[in-house]
């Protein structure tokens, strides 16, 4: 039995897909990101960077969204969410897990957290315009990558393509949302018709119908 502390859309959903996928039994723990919950003194005990998600398993806390994603598919290679250790597939999962994770969420964080990043609000607008043309060439990157492919690494589902799935819902309001990209609108219309996606997007209460394909939308995160 796994627990995952968890709050609806944020960065606890890519590894929350993997658990439904996989069918294992978890139990959701809402972190009240409302009332700031994660800086609390029992949740840094268990995360002490203070950011959701947090796994717990057999009474160990792992956190990092990718190590989590990682752990688990390793956990349970049967499902095929990683490609096997010494297929040429593998180390390309780490690269592309590493890309959403270092630089397309890494950029989608600023553009959500702008005033971390600066001493004077008046500048908060031009981060934003800034952060939206940098998520816009990372979402150009996926795009190319994702031409002629049904995945992120080819033929076959890994976490990564969850993983990107979450990225691409929260990149929805910026400027170039997701859906104006050819291969990747076409990718993220298939990953929201999947019964995990689907499936978990409901239980977070989170609405798939900007991925219908009419043009975009916006998402609301944060
Ligand atoms: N690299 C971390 C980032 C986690 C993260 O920043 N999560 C956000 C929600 S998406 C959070 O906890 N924000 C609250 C805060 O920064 O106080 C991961 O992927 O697990």
Known sequence: MYQLYYYPNNASLA??????????EYELLLVDKKSNAQKSADYLKLNPAGRIPTLIDNGMAIFESPAICIHLCEQHPEYGLIPH?????????????AYLNNTLQAELMVRYYPHRHTNDESTIPNIIAAQDERISEALTVI???????PY??????TACDF?????????LPVKKSPMHFPHLSAFLMKMAAHPTVQAVCTIEEMD????NGDGGGDSGKN
């Open 15 to 24: 590894p929350h897909f993997l658990l439904y996928h996989m069918g294992l």
């Open 152 to 157: 992120l690494l080819g033929e076959h589902l």
């Open 163 to 171: 993983f990107l799935f979450m990225l691409a819902e929260w990149s």
């Open 143 to 149: 795009d190319e990558q994702l031409a002629g492919k």
């Open 85 to 97: 250790l010494g297929t040429p597939e593998r180390p390309l999962f780490f690269q592309w897990l």
């Open 208 to 211: 798939l119908t900007p991925f």
